[in-house]
């Protein structure tokens, strides 16, 4: 598949990201707590992508993207049948003759939108290195939304920690901590029916603006090409814990044997129709067995490494496209070095490495812990490995969780 690649512009790692407080500064006062507004957090070059190649990416099979237009009195287009403040969405992929009428169209204002840019941009990846001082299992996504004057998805909450990343043109940011979150009835997009805001911010290229969840936001472009960068913080909701972790246990646990009633006593033919206390007595001693291995710390531990490091439901990795022995691969990897897929996930713990919903056991530990921290393998580091270092990385490499560095 070929991605479309922006020219690297490094991010200094010294970067005021967050003005003039410190990470734990950050974290204390604002947090989950309140918004914060930073101007010129990022440099005027920091967009992971062209606007040329978000809109390429819009047309991509493997992108996730959407496409919001809204309709309303200010479009001033008397043959548009649509009614005021209408919404519309559609779902990509979205070809270049798409975007050219979408260009043509002056009777709605429209928004695209891309979930997970950091699958196919390295650039991405190296914004995303920026808000490190937050763990990787916190991390959902780098989207974009790439927006006409008068774009955007109206007034709405989301379920996550956000951080707005102005690229490209202005956007106009209105807050509100109002606690009536109703939405309007029979609309395609959750927008809030009585968003009444409390504060308004222009944000230029380079300005950034933090939303705890549940924070009422409005975001209107006030300029053609405004592109705006969400990098989205998630925490799995505990709903969504149990059934995955019920889902695991479905799949992993085996439990041999049958319900028994060996010693059972004879049963009142009036009543034959009752619940059986005796049977389910031994029902519950079964399950009981059964689930108490399941609640130990390593269960947890090892059910909580491959749950967050699992890869987006839609993503499938295929083998390489070159075929390439044991040794060729070394060979290679030494000459090149190594860099995680795009797509990946990698975590660990103290003795374990997850990859992509998988508990791997790979040694010598602090290699791949450094991999999952750097994403990359230095080709100086690989000089130096074993060869049972090689086989774990063959093995993965095969499966197109990691690829040569490009």
């Known amino acids: 598949m070929n991605t479309p690649h922006a020219t690297s512009v490094p991010l200094s790692s010294t970067l005021t990201l967050l003005g003039n407080i410190s990470a734990q500064q950050f974290l204390d006062e604002y947090w989950q707590k ?9 440099p005027k070059n920091f967009a992971p992508l062209t606007n040329k190649e978000i809109l390429t990416l819009a047309g991509y099979d493997e992108a996730e993207s959407r496409l919001v237009l809204l309709y309303n009195d200010k479009t001033n287009d008397k043959t548009n049948d649509k009614t005021d403040d ?20 002056k009777a709605a204002a429209w928004t695209v939108l891309i979930q997970d840019t950091q699958h196919f941009s390295f650039e991405a990846h190296a914004l995303l290195a920026l808000f490190n001082f937050l763990p990787q299992t916190r991390v959902d996504d780098l989207m974009v939304s ?16 956000v951080f707005l990343c102005q690229g490209s043109g202005q956007r106009r940011w209105q807050i509100s901590a109002q606690q009536d979150l109703s939405l309007k009835p029979n609309m395609p997009l959750k927008i809030l029916n009585n968003f009444q805001p409390d504060s308004e911010w222009l944000l230029d290229e380079g300005d950034m603006l933090y939303l705890p969840p549940a924070y009422a936001h409005h975001g209107i472009a006030e300029t053609n090409d405004c592109v705006t960068w969400s990098v989205g913080f998630r925490a799995p909701s505990h709903q969504e814990l ?4 019920l889902d695991d246990l479905r799949d992993t646990l085996q439990i041999v044997g049958r319900a028994q009633d060996k010693n059972r006593t004879a049963t009142n033919q009036t009543n034959h129709a009752a619940i059986d206390a005796e049977l389910r007595a031994n029902i519950q001693q079964v399950l009981t067995t059964a689930m108490t291995p399941q609640l130990s710390d390593a269960a947890f531990k090892s059910f909580t490494g491959r749950y967050l490091s699992q890869a987006k439901s839609h993503v499938t990795f295929d083998a390489p496209d070159e075929k390439l022995s044991l040794a060729q691969f070394t060979k290679r990897a030494i000459k090149d070095g190594l860099t995680l897929d795009l797509r990946s996930r990698m975590l660990y713990d103290d003795d374990s490495i997850y990859i992509n919903g998988e508990r791997l056991q790979l040694k010598p530990h602090a290699l791949f812990v450094q991999f999952a ?25 095969a499966r197109g969780y990691w690829q040569f560095t490009i």
Do not use: C
């Open 373 to 397: 921290n750097m994403r990359q393998l230095d080709k100086t580091i690989l000089k130096s490995a074993s060869s049972k270092v090689f086989e774990s990385l063959y093995a993965q490499w």
């Open 34 to 42: 309140k918004p914060l507004l930073i101007r010129n957090a990022l």
């Open 146 to 161: 790439y927006a006409v004057k008068g774009g955007g998805v109206g007034p709405h909450v989301d379920s996550y920690d």
């Open 86 to 105: 209408e919404w519309t969405i559609d779902h990509g992929p979205f070809t270049a003759a798409d975007i050219r009428e979408l260009k043509k169209n």
């Open 242 to 245: 149990l059934e995955a972790w």
